[in-house]
């Protein structure tokens, strides 16, 4: 009996991952542009090169999931049914198969070869950071970021969450910033990261960049936007009590309008310099709603 409800909990574990395999597909329209979606399952559009490499990966491995849990599912229907002790009433005294020792070993060891060689090609893809068109440099503070330009004028200025009272129509919950990270499409970003106070980790899941942000030390990650639009992310590090308050938005433009747009920003923000004791304000209001 045991065997069976064993068996039937296998069955019902492929059936669930083949479904959101299903669901989550490229057709699937569940994973949004820029932002999660409601009842999300895949992942979040890709919007740069990195993240489709990874979008690609992670299907790759949905495949060779379902494809091992299958035969295991095989493997435990044909063992309930062929030797249990009704059916096969005398056990066999077999120890030793060579060719399923051999099968058992060589086949693992390709399966990982398969994973391994493109998961190697994507790290090196992320870890190396092409000719940049454009740095900027993240800073992470409790709780809040602060973003400079050091190529375009070295301003800096924070963003801080909108609260809940003061978003504006297609502003998202808890993602909306004050002051955007601006970027122009089609061009590669740096993105050099550190930590003011603790350890912070800048992530825009639709360009497929994740990294620490650690007081002291500067880590660089990049993407190519291919389109325009309004991309978010979160710290995705444990930082402190309102860790859940630290949203990140870039906005990606025209090369026209991001010329426009620094012009305009090397105003706005060279009379007031950023300050790591930059006002909670935004935090205080949602954690109050």
Excluded at 3 to 20: D, E
Excluded at 171 to 193: F, I, S, W
Excluded at 261 to 276: F, G, L, N
Aim: aromatic share 8%; net charge negative.
């Amino acid at each position: 009996m045991t065997g069976v409800l064993r068996v039937l909990c296998v069955a019902l574990a492929a059936v669930t991952m083949i479904g959101i395999g299903g669901l989550a597909g490229p057709d699937a329209a569940l994973a949004g542009l820029g932002q999660p979606s409601p009842w999300q399952l895949g992942m979040q559009e890709a919007a740069a090169p990195v993240m489709k490499d990874v979008v690609w990966f992670h299907d790759l491995l949905l495949w060779i999931i379902t494809a091992i849990v299958a035969l295991v599912l095989v493997l435990l229907v044909v063992v309930t049914l062929r030797f249990n002790a009704k059916a096969n009433p005398t056990p066999s005294r077999t120890t030793h198969n060579t060719l399923i020792e051999v099968l058992w070993t060589v086949v693992p060891v390709i399966i990982l070869v398969v994973i391994a060689v493109p998961s190697f090609r994507i790290m090196f893809v992320q870890l190396n950071t092409p000719q940049a068109d454009v740095t900027v440099k993240a800073t992470g503070k409790q709780w809040f970021w602060s973003y400079a330009y050091p190529d375009q004028g070295k301003f800096e200025f924070d963003s801080l969450m909108v609260p809940e009272g003061e978003l504006k129509p297609g502003q998202p919950r808890l993602l909306a910033v004050d002051n955007e990270m601006v970027v122009p499409v089609g061009k590669v970003v740096r993105v050099q990261v550190t930590g003011a106070d603790v350890i912070h980790a800048f992530a825009v899941p639709s360009f497929g960049i994740k990294i620490d942000a650690v007081p002291g030390r500067l880590n660089e990650t990049w993407f190519k936007a291919e389109r325009e639009g309004v991309y978010y992310g979160q710290c995705s590090e444990l930082c402190g009590k309102d860790h859940a308050f630290m949203p990140i938005a870039v906005r990606v433009v025209s090369e026209q309008a991001f010329t426009a747009w620094v012009e305009d920003a090397k105003k706005k923000y060279a009379a007031v310099p950023p300050s790591a004791d930059a006002p909670q304000l935004a935090v205080a209001q949602a954690v109050a709603d």
